[in-house]
């Protein structure tokens, strides 16, 4: 019998790259308007079969996050490299996908005396949905805080789910973009207990997991990712790691402003977040004091001790702008022109 | 295994309940975890797991009416797991492996030189898989039916019964499939996987070494 020569690739060789793309998002401009959320949804998840995944969201933090409570999920790596063991998210835990009495109320004449409601996709009332405690945050009266947490695949130089995958059904493109190759892929899930972020999602019916594209079909026609492209706020830069007129690198290299989240899941993940400067905190007698509103701890345990340096240098070049002194990083962050984000990635989708 | 010769039409061996399994000898089997270890270098995440193959036994009839093999399996399994409603939710499934060369190796699941051929039915499928695999990782998923494999399924007080039939000889030489023939001896293997325990890929209870299977003339 003549034998195929079937030969299995190694990790290294699925998980390298020549390059990096990045994506860089500014905690201190996004008003959680969802739009980027609204934008992916509608490219590549608004299906019968996917309508529970969000491959990109924005969650209140603090809070249970998304999908809920992902950082006590496991998976990633110790600080030795160890595969660390993970859980599968549930429907609810992905943040459902309500259907609504939209028939009944609006089209049967019964707008005056019923109410919409919504069913939970695995039947009854809702127990926990996407954005369910949106804007509720910590901390009392007269200083609570939240901030938002957009969140999307890191597209990580050490992909967990790449290593998780036995069927080798995950790889990184040359420009650094994860992939599941839908032929391959079993619907095992090792990959969505691997990764540490939960960015993984299952579609109960292809059986297949799917994850965050980062719109490949878009950035080889030198488009942006619909996400970054789609922030009204002006928060997203997109580019390669390396190019150094990009906005990522200036931001992550050059002024070490833009810090990964939970670095410590050791996946070394490429989204980076322009950590937020809180408002001033009140003090009993309601005046305002040096103190920040979101306490240090809050903020180091979602983005490591980098936190405290990158805040400091914000900060710093925040109060020269308050001095009527020039600050190229408070220019850069302002980003008057969006074609200044995303370095080559300018061309409009048609 | 004796395998033996049984003159009844193909169809009636399909029916588990059939007196002609009577004078078939029941196989029975102890499984164990797959030696998940030995495999970490396709996932150092499933390479972790530990609480997977727990089903620790099966019970096989075969037989054959000198046109086609017909295998009867069962198991006991608490929890019928036969559709994915959630998430986090793993199907049962039963298969049996077959090597092509004498030095094909269960454990790894042959090799590129080695290849196997398994048969593979899971409880939401209508129709069975036919796989072929050159080492673990490799195996292809093809349609079985397309390859003149048929099963048939029920659970029953809290146990699986599945009967996989096909014919001795395999349609093309390309598709890769085994042949058997009276008077030849080859190996088969068993694994099992329990969905409701989160079983799945190499996640299951398998039998170890090849058991003879000698088909009577």
Sequence with gaps: MKILNNTVPSKQQLMASDRQLATVIDLNKCMGCQSCVVACKNLWTERE????MRWMSVATAPGSLYPRDFEKKGGGYDQQGNAQAGELPSMVDSGDAFTFNHQEVLYEGNAQSKKLEPTSAL?????????????????????????YM????????QPACVDACSRNAIYKREDGIVLIDQDKCEGHRHCVA??????IFFNPVTQKSEKCIECFPRIDQKIASACNRQCPGRTRAFGFLDDRNSLVYRLVEEFKVAIPLHPEYGTTPNVFYVPPMSPQAFDDNNELTDEMRIPDSVLEGYFGPGVHKALAILLAEREKKKQGEAS????LLISRKWQD??????NHPV | MKVP????????FLDPNAGLWKKSAVGRFNLMPTPIKMIEHLSPFMANSTEYGKVNQIESRIAHNGAKITILLSWQDATRNDAIRDLDQFIDGVAVMFPFTSNANPLTMGDAENPVNAWFWRADKEEPYDVIAHGYGSSK???????????NSSYQDGRWTVVFQRALRAGLISHQQVNFAPDKVTGISFAVWDGGNADRAAQKSFSGGWEPLELEA
Excluded at chain 1, 132 to 145: A, I, L, R, S, T
Excluded at chain 1, 341 to 346: D, G, K, L, S
Excluded at chain 2, 141 to 151: A, H, P, S
């Design chain 2, 141 to 151: 998923r093809r349609i079985g039916k397309e390859l003149g494999l048929v099963v």
């Design chain 1, 150 to 157: 957009p969140r999307k695949c890191n597209h990580c130089s």
């Design chain 1, 123 to 147: 039947g009854g009332a809702p127990e926990w949905g996407y954005n369910w405690e949106e804007d509720q945050g910590k901390g009392e009266w007269p200083n609570p805080y939240f901030f």
């Design chain 1, 341 to 346: 984000r995303f370095a080559e990635f300018t």
């Design chain 1, 328 to 331: 190229e990083l408070m220019d």
């Design chain 2, 5 to 12: 010769y049984i003159k009844q039409h193909a169809d009636v």
């Design chain 1, 49 to 52: 079969d996917a309508h529970h």
């Design chain 1, 194 to 199: 691997a990764c540490p972020y939960k960015m």
